[in-house]
């Protein structure tokens, strides 16, 4: 059915008088980015039709109930109410993400007013794995909460007393500076020699370069520890691999300094990471009714009877002479309808030819009736632990989302816990369970070790990741990337806002689109 201005259109051939109109966009795909592009597009005065091949929102995104994720994971074997709790309770995302307090994606969802449709409730803890000092030796790994306060400084065995002193005046030093105000320049704006930012040490006042160093050069200065270093830009600046090394200091510094501003965003957070009630999958209907609002259709692939309306060859391209998208092709019958637009937007899995391959991602699904032991003694009922990859012997980070019915994504006394990574070693013959054993080792010991909340139900999935050949300016179609491993939502919206950016050549003034927003309320 289409959805246009907050009314179900009835007639049968609604889809086509849609496609009989002309439109800025066409969006292909609802999962979380098409969705957040079709709502900005919208609010933005473009004319958006949002189509889906699907019969439900969320594409790869999708968010499931108990009964569809027996049905994708274990066919033929129904979840039982006695075993899970109320199954009615459960929703299940696809690609859970938590989303940064004072990242992009909040400012977004002010400046559009999604925020308007949905709840959120802040995440209790964020943690890092610790791997045991000899991995041969059969002891387990720890996990820990990250110690960014000075109290959690001091009470944390991650930290050495020496450590506990530098750690506090790093993160105050982290928190006090203004990235976009460096010193070192004449009152005209010129720089005498290089911007820099100042910190006070025993020996006086020294000049930080930051636009000048390299991450690497950044920690040398301040001599940290290795296994702080380690947790500071794998679990706070949230890189995913050693890039930070030859990373721009200032840039490793604004990402640590966006950490340590969302722990302090809304009051009493523990984290800096805030999820949605009911999941993410309230999220593409939020975006949907927003579009509607803003006189965007959307239409998933569902006629009133139930029959589909588009056909495994639908949705293909039209170009124009010039090598430029001219429109959005539908059958009906021998019968080419076109949707006519000069820029068409979407995932991946509608561009055959368009894309490469950029790996793949393994995860495993853990249906729990416990949370994991440093959880409890906390008090958390969510969390993110991330796996810095050097502490499993990686080159890739591993990342544990876990929710419960704290955020109403399970029955109270149940938790939905997902591990996930990119995959690096060969998969040919292998199954999901074997890749998910051998790329998750470390993770899955979380829920061996003794003591350790036993799963009722764990499913293992691998699918393959894809990138846009171009970046669409020339031929008006412009693709996501596929969703990565990580928990959070930060690579996430950045590929959004620069989609966003060369579909409109603009670039969007988050901060003050928010704060215009927030005074309107």
């Known amino acids: 059915p289409l959805l246009r201005s907050g009314l179900l259109l009835l007639a049968m051939d609604d889809w086509k008088a849609a496609f009989g109109e002309e439109w800025d966009a066409v969006v292909l795909g609802t999962g979380m980015k098409e969705c957040l592009l079709s709502g900005l597009l919208s609010v933005a005065g473009k004319k958006v039709l949002h189509l889906d091949r699907n019969d ?91 110690p960014l306060t000075p109290k959690e400084a001091l009470s944390s065995s991650m930290l050495s007393m020496l450590e506990k002193g530098r750690m506090g005046k790093f993160t105050m030093w982290v928190a006090s500076i203004d990235c976009g105000k460096p010193e070192g320049f004449f009152e005209d704006g010129s720089f005498r020699d290089m911007p820099y930012w100042t910190r006070v040490g025993m020996t006086g006042r020294k000049k930080m370069p930051l636009t000048q160093w390299n991450g690497d050069q950044f920690f040398k200065d301040w001599g940290l520890e290795a296994g702080t270093i380690e947790f500071l830009t794998h679990v706070c600046a949230l890189y995913r691999d050693e890039s930070w090394r030859s990373a721009p200091a200032l840039e490793v510094v604004s990402r640590m300094q966006l950490y340590l501003e969302s722990r302090t965003r809304f009051a009493g957070m523990t984290s800096p990471y805030l999820y949605p009630l009911f999941g993410l999958g309230e999220l593409p209907q939020a975006f949907a009714r927003l579009a509607a609002v803003h006189g965007g259709t959307y239409m998933l692939n569902r006629d009133l009877d139930g029959s589909p309306v588009f056909g495994p060859n639908d949705l293909s391209l039209e170009y124009a002479e010039d090598g430029t998208v001219a429109g959005v092709v539908n059958h009906d019958g021998e019968e080419a309808v076109v949707a006519r637009t000069k820029t068409v937007v979407g995932d991946p899995s509608y561009f055959a030819g368009k894309t490469k391959p950029t790996g793949s991602v393994v995860r495993a699904i853990a249906l729990l009736d416990a949370p994991l032991a440093e959880m409890e003694k906390d008090g958390a009922s969510s969390c993110q632990v991330i796996f810095p990859a050097a502490q499993c012997g990686r080159c890739n980070d591993l990342y544990l989302f876990l929710c419960s019915n704290a955020h109403k994504v399970a029955p109270a006394g149940k938790y939905v816990a997902f591990l996930s990574t990119k995959v690096e070693g060969p998969t040919q013959g292998m199954s999901n369970e074997q890749i998910a054993h051998r790329e998750l080792a470390a993770g899955l010991a979380l829920f061996t070790r003794p003591g350790a909340p036993m799963p009722l139900h764990l499913f293992y999935d691998a699918y393959p990741t894809y990138a846009p050949l171009t ?48 005074a309107e309320q």
């Open 56 to 146: 439900y929102y969320g594409g790869a995104s999708a968010s499931l109930d108990i009964n569809q994720l027996f049905e994708k994971f274990q066919a033929g074997a129904p979840p039982s109410e006695a075993e899970l709790g109320k199954l009615r309770d459960w929703a299940v995302d696809m690609v859970p993400k938590f989303i940064m307090a004072g990242g992009q994606l909040v400012k977004v969802l002010i400046h559009t007013k999604t925020a308007n449709y949905m709840e959120f409730k802040a995440v209790d803890g964020s943690y890092c794995y610790r791997a045991p000092k000899a991995r041969s030796s059969g002891e387990f790994g720890r996990v820990h909460k990250v």
């Open 471 to 518: 970046n669409g300016t020339k031929d008006r179609v412009f693709i996501s990337e596929s969703f990565d491993a990580t928990s959070h939502f930060e690579t996430a919206i950045n590929d959004v806002l620069d989609m966003y950016q060369r579909i409109t050549g603009e670039t969007l003034n988050l901060d003050a689109l928010a704060a215009a927003a927030s």
